[in-house]
C-alpha cells in the first residue's frame, strides 16, 4: 500500500438532461397537452417563473417579461408545474389515446 | 378460463387483454348500462378494485390512459403487498428483489452517518411484504389477474370528465369517439394528479406545499455484471432500500434521497417539497445531481449508465387533507384521496391504494346485494391501517418542517463532526474525546434542556 492512501474518487457522471429524456420513449400527440390560460399574466405580473425553475425536463423556458415558451414533447407527466403555479395559470391535460410519455422502469 | 396461474395463462390474459380492448374500444364503444362500476386508472388502487368486484362476481370496466397498465406510473419504490397477496397469488408477479436491509442515512455536506436494519426475518417469506418492482411490469401483471377473474380492460383511452343525472355520478366521459359509458357506480384511482375529481368537483386541488416533486433515475452497470451484488452485499434474490436525509441528499429542502436495487438495475432518485424547489430555485436536475455526486453515495454508483429517467409528484398532505372519500355514485381511492404516508421514515403508498380500492370494491358489491351502503367505504378505510396510520403520523410533519434546519442541517454536521471527535486517533485520553463529542451536539440542540425539549416533541415517534 502507498504511504497516504487515495482520497476516494467520488467524479460521477451525471447525463445531461438531452441525454437522460432520450432514455424516455415518447410517442407525439402533434399538439401541445400543456399550455398557459392568460399569456399576459406570465409576462406581466409572475416575477418568479416557478414553472421553469421546478420542471424536471426543462420544459419551460422564459425570458424576463415574456411567456414561457413550451417544449411539450419532453413532458415527463409529472403534473409539477399544475401545482407549482401560484397564479394558476398551467392549462394541463393528458396527451390524448395513449400518447405521450411511456415508462417501462417507473 | 381457469384459474390456475400458470405461465401461460398469463399469456393469455394478455392477449385476452388486448382483444378486448380492441372490441370494447374501437368497434362497439356503446357500453351504456353493461358493466357495474367504471374505474379510473388501472394502477395499484385501480386494479386492486376491479379484481375485488370481478371476483364477487361482478363486471367491471377498468380505464387506463397509457399503452398499458403501468406506462404512465412512477414510483421509487418497494411495493408493500400484505393486502395483495390477501387478492391474489403472488406466485409469478413481476418482483425484483425483497428488501433484506433498510438503511437510513444521515448527510451533511461531505459526511455520513447512517443506521442500518437486517432483520433475519426479512430473509424468509413474505419477506416483510416488502418487494422492490417496475410499475410498467407489476401493474401490467396486476391488471392482468383483475382481467382473467372477469374485469374488462381498456387502454389508451383517457377519462375526461364525469356524467351526472339527478345529481349523482352516473359514468364517464372518455376521448374516444362517443366515448360515454354509463355505469352505477364510479371509482376515481386516477392517482394524485386528479384531473377528472377535481374537474368534477369532488376534491380540490393540492396545494404545493403539500405536493412533493420527484426525479429518479434507473441505472445499469455496464462493464461490471457484479456491482450491484457486491457494492449492496447482496445475496440471492435480496435487496436493499437505502434512505438519505439532509443537506447532502436534498439540499435545504424538505425531502430525501433513496437507492433501491432492483434484479440487475438501481433506482436512484429524490423526492422534496415543490414549494422549496420553487422557493429555493432548486430544480430537480441539479438536486439529484448533487446527490449522486455527494461521497457517501458516488461510490456506490460509479460506472452506472442511464437505463431510464422519470419523475412525479407526490400527494403529502396526509390525513389533513384528504377530500371527502364517498359521493352520491362515486368514491375515491389510492393518491387520488391523498392516502400516502411520506414523513421521512415511511414512504409508503402502494399498500394503501391496494387496501383502499379493496375497500371500496366490497362497498360496491355489499351495496349491489342489497346489503350495505357506499358511505360504508370511508368507514372500513378508518378502520384500517390506512387511515390509522396516516393520522398517527399527522403531526410529524408539521413539527419537522419547524425543525428542519436544526434536524437536516445542523443536527447531522454536529453528529458527524461528534463521531469525528469521538473516534478521533491521537494521543490524549478517550474521556477528552467524548467530552468534546458530546458538547458538540448539546450546543446544537441547545444545552441539555433543549436536548429535553426535543425528546418531547418527538417522543411520539416511539410510543
Ligand atoms: C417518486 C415516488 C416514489 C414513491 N415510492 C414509494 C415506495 O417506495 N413505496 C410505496 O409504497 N409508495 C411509493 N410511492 C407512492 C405510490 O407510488 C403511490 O401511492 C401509488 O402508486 C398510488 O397508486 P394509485 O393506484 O392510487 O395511483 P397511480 O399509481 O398513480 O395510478 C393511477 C392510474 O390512473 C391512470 N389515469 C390517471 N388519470 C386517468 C384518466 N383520466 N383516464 C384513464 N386513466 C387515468 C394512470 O395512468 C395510472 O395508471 C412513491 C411515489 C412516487 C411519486
Ligand atoms: S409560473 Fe405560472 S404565471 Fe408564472 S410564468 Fe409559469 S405559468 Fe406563467
Ligand atoms: S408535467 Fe412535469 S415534466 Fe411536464 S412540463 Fe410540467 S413540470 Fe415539466
Avoid at chain 2, 363486471?59 to 398499458?68: A, H
Avoid at chain 2, 397477496?85 to 413481476?94: C, K, S
Avoid at chain 2, 436512484?268 to 430537480?284: H, I
Avoid at chain 2, 370494491?361 to 387511515?387: C, M, N, R, W
Amino acid at each position: 500500500m502507498s504511504v497516504s492512501p487515495r482520497i476516494p474518487d467520488t467524479d460521477i457522471q451525471n447525463d445531461s438532461m438531452e441525454d437522460r429524456l432520450y432514455t424516455v420513449k415518447y410517442d407525439d400527440p402533434g399538439d401541445s397537452h400543456l399550455d398557459v390560460k392568460v399569456p399576459s399574466i406570465c409576462a406581466d405580473s409572475c416575477e418568479t417563473a416557478d414553472c421553469v425553475s421546478i420542471c424536471p425536463a426543462d420544459v419551460w423556458r422564459r425570458d424576463d417579461g415574456e411567456v414561457p415558451t413550451i417544449a411539450y414533447e419532453n413532458c415527463l407527466e409529472c403534473s409539477s408545474c399544475r401545482f407549482a403555479c401560484t397564479y394558476d395559470n398551467v392549462v394541463w391535460e393528458y396527451p390524448t389515446t395513449g400518447s405521450g410519455v411511456s415508462y417501462k422502469h417507473g | 378460463m381457469t384459474d390456475d396461474t400458470t405461465e401461460s395463462t398469463i399469456v393469455d390474459g394478455a392477449q385476452l387483454l388486448e382483444e378486448r380492448a380492441g372490441d370494447a374500444a374501437l368497434e362497439s364503444p356503446n357500453y351504456d348500462g353493461e358493466f357495474d362500476a367504471v374505474i379510473v386508472g388501472a394502477g395499484l388502487a385501480g386494479s386492486a378494485a376491479a379484481l375485488t368486484l370481478a371476483k364477487r362476481g361482478l363486471e367491471p370496466l377498468l380505464i387506463e390512459r397509457g399503452t398499458y397498465p403501468g406506462a404512465k406510473n412512477v414510483f421509487g419504490g418497494v411495493l408493500y403487498t400484505p393486502t395483495i397477496r390477501e387478492l391474489t397469488d403472488l406466485d409469478g408477479a413481476p418482483l425484483e428483489r425483497y428488501i433484506g436491509e433498510k438503511r437510513f442515512s444521515m448527510l451533511s455536506h461531505h459526511d455520513e452517518t447512517a443506521v442500518s436494519l437486517k432483520p433475519g426475518d426479512w430473509h424468509r417469506e413474505p419477506h416483510n411484504d416488502s418487494f422492490t418492482v417496475f410499475r410498467g411490469d407489476f401493474d401490467e401483471w396486476f391488471a392482468e389477474q383483475a382481467v382473467e377473474a372477469g374485469a374488462t380492460l381498456i387502454t389508451e383511452t383517457t377519462v375526461t370528465g364525469l356524467i351526472r343525472e339527478k345529481g349523482a355520478i352516473a359514468g364517464v366521459e372518455t376521448d374516444r369517439p362517443d366515448g360515454e359509458i354509463r355505469a352505477p357506480y364510479v371509482i376515481l384511482a386516477e392517482g394524485g394528479n386528479s384531473l377528472v375529481s377535481e374537474g368534477a368537483g369532488l376534491k380540490e386541488t393540492e396545494s404545493r406545499e403539500n405536493i412533493a416533486v420527484a426525479a429518479k433515475e434507473v441505472l445499469e452497470f455496464p462493464e461490471n455484471d457484479e456491482a450491484i451484488e457486491d457494492r449492496f452485499r447482496l445475496v440471492g434474490d435480496a435487496g436493499v432500500s437505502y434512505h438519505y436525509f439532509g443537506e447532502g441528499a436534498v439540499g435545504e429542502a424538505f425531502g430525501g434521497g433513496f437507492i433501491y436495487t432492483n434484479d440487475d438495475t438501481v433506482s436512484v432518485g429524490v423526492a422534496y417539497s415543490l414549494e422549496d424547489a420553487a422557493t429555493k430555485r432548486q430544480s430537480p436536475e441539479e438536486t439529484l445531481n448533487l446527490f449522486k455526486s455527494h461521497p457517501a453515495v458516488a461510490p456506490l454508483l460509479k460506472d452506472a449508465r442511464t437505463v431510464e429517467y422519470s419523475a412525479k409528484t407526490i400527494p403529502e398532505g396526509g390525513a389533513e387533507t384528504m377530500p371527502d372519500l364517498v359521493h352520491d355514485g362515486a368514491l375515491l381511492v389510492g393518491d387520488t384521496a391523498g392516502l400516502v404516508l411520506n414523513n421521512g421514515v415511511h414512504l409508503e403508498g402502494t399498500n394503501m391504494a391496494v387496501e383502499s380500492g379493496y375497500h371500496a370494491a366490497a362497498a360496491i358489491a355489499d351495496t349491489i346485494e342489497g346489503d350495505g351502503h357506499l358511505s360504508q367505504y370511508a368507514d372500513a378505510l378508518e378502520q384500517s391501517f390506512v387511515v390509522q396510520n396516516l393520522e398517527r403520523y399527522a403531526w410529524l410533519q408539521e413539527r419537522v418542517e419547524e425543525d428542519r434546519e436544526l434536524l437536516f442541517e445542523r443536527l447531522p454536521t454536529a453528529i458527524a463532526d461528534a463521531s469525528t471527535e469521538y473516534f478521533e486517533m491521537d494521543r490524549k485520553p478517550k474521556e477528552t474525546h467524548a467530552k468534546a463529542a458530546k458538547a458538540r451536539v448539546l450546543e446544537t440542540v441547545g444545552g441539555l434542556k433543549g436536548a429535553t425539549k426535543l425528546a418531547l416533541r418527538y417522543r411520539k415517534l416511539v410510543r
